[in-house]
């Protein structure tokens, strides 16, 4: 019987030690992984802070640097870190997953309604202490204050994409 005991008990420790064995290396591939997603997000606002004061223009062709709309500057931008998205801010906002306002890290895109409009009508690119890059209207490319009053009441959602 107590050489019973001690076979089960050597069993236990051994099933143990495999156990926090394997949940070690799921932690540390989960922090692996969220450290090559927030290197990513740090290189999306490294390069959208290159076109700081790019002109806007509605409707500006993909691919060009001479001026953007909203959503060609953020399709140029994630586009250079190998990320593929739609042309509009409609599209765009239906790639990735679904994102909390509460929730939202650097590299994050951000959709807003624009007017008294109630649909996706323009995206910016969250980066972190409650500021976007975006560029929409007079100065072009800029921050902006995520909780600024016209920001805040037009905010619809955000996706998470890299």
């Not at 953007?68 to 140029?76: M, P, V």
């Not at 801010?89 to 239906?94: G, M």
């Not at 995206?123 to 800029?142: C, P």
């Amino acid at each position: 019987m107590k050489k019973n005991n001690t076979i089960i008990r050597k069993l236990v420790a051994v099933s143990l030690a495999t156990m926090i064995g394997f949940t070690s290396l799921a932690i540390g591939q989960a922090s692996t992984a969220e450290a090559a997603t927030a290197s990513q997000a740090n290189k999306i606002v490294s390069i959208g802070d290159n076109y700081l004061g790019v002109p806007y223009r509605f409707g500006a062709k993909s691919g060009i640097t001479s001026a953007f709309d909203c959503s060609s500057f953020t399709q140029y931008v994630y586009k250079k870190v190998g990320i593929y998205l739609p042309r509009t801010s409609k599209q765009q906002s239906k790639v990735g997953s679904y994102v909390s306002r509460s929730n939202l890290k650097k590299g994050d895109l951000v959709f807003f309604s624009v007017g008294s409009g109630k649909g996706v009508a323009h995206v910016a690119i969250y980066v972190g202490n409650n500021k976007i890059l975006h560029t929409y209207g007079e100065g072009g490319v800029k921050f902006s204050q995520l909780n600024s009053k016209h920001w805040s009441s037009h905010y619809i959602t955000a996706r998470r994409v890299s």
